[in-house]
């Protein structure tokens, strides 16, 4: 039995790619099949509405349950599996942690006169683009993969090729209803308990159960118009991008990759009418059969230029979820024939979950993906674009790098300070943000590839202190070598520490700091006693 064991185990690590593609594959689409089915009888069938009410009511007995009469030292989080969400991390806190079943996976409104969709927050956003698109509708900020939720968007961050305009996820969720420590169900928004709403976005769970929240919609054309602007020098690649994310009237997307210290390919986009549509000019790039989105798009270095731009249109669906086929290039690691043309028309159509590639890691995969593999988004003011490309060239060397625009706002008034967790832009312009960038280095450094030392600790480290300097962060889905000092220094607790102490002040949550860093492992062990926690 050991033996079978064992083969197995060597199976999956050894034959990563054969592994997923076998048996991974036709998982994920039976598990795709039956969500969606179970979403379609839901929304066709029941009240939803009407049955929230009772899923809202059922949680928070179980938190009344858990914080009446606690043992101490009791902490909460969801019971959303550690393999479900998308990160890295197997979220070891789980095991210690009292965890609260949030089974809430439901559009509960779209309601076009206020122009909002009401959501629960294991919604996702293949979900929700599949819901509002044929409607006419998307939300400013969808985030490209299917599986990301509402949920993790809001109390984590979210970000997408439109944030140039829109700014992060959490800029356009105008209410949320949240299950406090005590059990209580509270409302909020700008209007209505604004010390707790302003709190939220970046307190991963720390402060309550998100169990709806409303988002605003903004009408949505059927195609995007693209145009690739292949460029072979990085000033010149830079300032194109720039100048695109910073314009009066910007494009409704922009983007770029970069392949190398000195190419990329600046990607801007506008959503237009079907009769404004060149036919011949259609790309369905979400068709099975195509390459991989980023295959597609580095084969603009050959064919444009930022005199001479590609352009095509996409259908809009499909542009949203881009990246999500070859999971931005990660797959390219794990199966890496899976671009190859026969593949492509005979197994295209299958994309494996990023939750059961978590689900099927063995242990040396997890160790690989720790030790010699980065996954990082770091946010940076736009004006250090270039300086943050060395940085990370000089301590990761990886390419191809995912940068995208963002608005980063001063939230400070004559009345009220800066609430956000993020800093304060240092230089806001007169509409009260800095355009920031989000750098995102997803892959297989290259003293790895080369099979050189690499020291995954060093180099995180040197790249964290470099954005706390610059007045930036770290997205926290990540893996953050961050201490807690170097942790408070990053990101603004003013706000965080006042809204913790008045809705929690049994400490009932960890901090963000103990849910989101390796430096918390310790905390964690010590409460797990003799629990082997990963
Ligand atoms: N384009 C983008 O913006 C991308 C963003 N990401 C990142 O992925 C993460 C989202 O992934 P996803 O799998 O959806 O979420 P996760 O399960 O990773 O959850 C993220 C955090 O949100 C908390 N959370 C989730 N739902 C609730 C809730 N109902 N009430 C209270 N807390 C909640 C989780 O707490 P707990 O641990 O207790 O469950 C966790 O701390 C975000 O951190 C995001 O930044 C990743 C890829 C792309
Ligand atoms: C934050 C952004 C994008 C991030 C993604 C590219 C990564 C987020 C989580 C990552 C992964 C989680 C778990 C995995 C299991 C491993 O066995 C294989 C790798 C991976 C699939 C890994 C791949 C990269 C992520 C999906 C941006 C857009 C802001």
Not at 22 to 29: E, G, I, Y
Not at 359 to 383: F, G
Not at 427 to 442: S, T
Request: glycine share 4%; proline share 6%.
């Amino acid at each position: 039995m050991g033996f079978l064991y064992d083969m197995a185990v060597n199976f999956m690590t050894e034959q990563r790619g054969i592994f997923v593609t076998v048996f991974l594959m036709p998982v994920s689409v039976v598990w795709d099949i039956m969500f969606a089915l179970r979403s379609w009888l839901i929304m066709a069938l029941y009240s939803a509405p009407e049955l929230h009410k009772q899923r809202v009511q059922e949680a928070s007995a179980q938190v009344r349950d858990a914080t009446t009469n606690a043992p101490p030292g009791t902490k909460l989080c969801t019971a959303r599996g550690g393999w479900l969400s998308i990160s890295l991390s197997l979220r070891p806190y789980k095991k210690v942690a009292t965890n609260i079943s949030i089974n809430m996976y439901d559009i509960l409104e779209l309601n076009e006169t206020e122009s909002y969709v009401h959501v629960e927050p294991m919604v996702n956003m293949g979900q929700l683009s599949h819901y509002l698109i044929p409607r006419g509708y998307t939300i400013p900020v969808l985030p490209e993969m299917d599986d990301l939720t509402v949920g993790g968007l809001f109390m984590g961050t979210g970000i997408e090729a439109s944030s140039h305009k829109f700014g992060l996820f959490d800029e356009f969720v105008i209410e949320a209803e949240v299950i406090l420590a005590s059990g209580e169900v509270v409302t909020c928004s700008k209007t209505q308990n604004r010390d707790l709403f302003d709190a939220l976005p970046w307190s991963y769970g720390t402060l309550g159960f998100l169990v709806s929240c409303k988002i605003k919609v903004i009408p949505c054309k059927p195609y995007i118009r693209i145009e690739y602007r292949g460029c072979h020098n990085k000033k010149q690649g830079l300032e194109l991008f720039t100048k695109a994310s910073c314009m009066d009237i910007p494009p409704d997307f922009v983007e770029c990759i970069a392949y190398s210290s000195e190419t990329m390919v600046v990607m801007t986009s506008d959503m237009v009418d079907e009769d404004a549509v060149e036919k011949d000019k259609i790309n369905k790039i979400g068709r099975w059969y195509k390459p991989w989105y980023f295959k597609h798009v580095e084969k603009m270095l050959e064919i444009s230029s930022p005199e001479k731009p590609h352009v095509e249109y996409i259908p809009v669906r499909q542009f949203f979820h881009r990246w999500t086929s070859a999971i931005f290039w990660e797959l390219e690691q794990i199966i890496p024939f899976g671009n190859h043309p026969l593949y492509r028309a005979l197994l295209g159509w299958f994309t494996p979950s990023v939750a059961l590639l978590k689900l099927t890691q063995t242990e040396a995969i997890r160790k690989t993906y720790e030790e010699q593999h980065i996954v990082q988004d770091m946010l940076v003011p736009i004006s250090k674009t270039s300086e943050a490309l060395d940085v990370f060239d000089t301590h990761y060397q990886i390419y191809p790098l995912w940068i995208c625009p963002y608005r980063q706002y001063d939230y400070s008034d004559a009345t009220t300070e800066h609430r956000h967790f993020l800093r304060k832009p240092n230089k806001p312009n007169k509409e009260g943000y800095e355009m920031y960038v989000d750098l995102g280095a997803y892959g297989v450094p290259r003293p790895c590839l080369e099979k050189k030392p690499f020291d995954v600790i060093k180099s995180s480290r040197a790249v964290e202190k470099y954005v706390t300097e610059a007045n930036g962060s770290q997205m926290l889905y990540a893996t953050s070598y961050l201490s807690r000092d170097e942790f408070r220094e990053m990101f603004n607790h003013a706000h965080y520490d006042k809204m913790k102490q008045k809705v929690d002040p049994n400490d009932f949550f960890p901090q963000v700091y103990e849910k989101v860093c390796k430096g918390a492992m310790n905390f964690w062990q010590a409460k797990a006693g003799d629990k082997k926690l990963d």
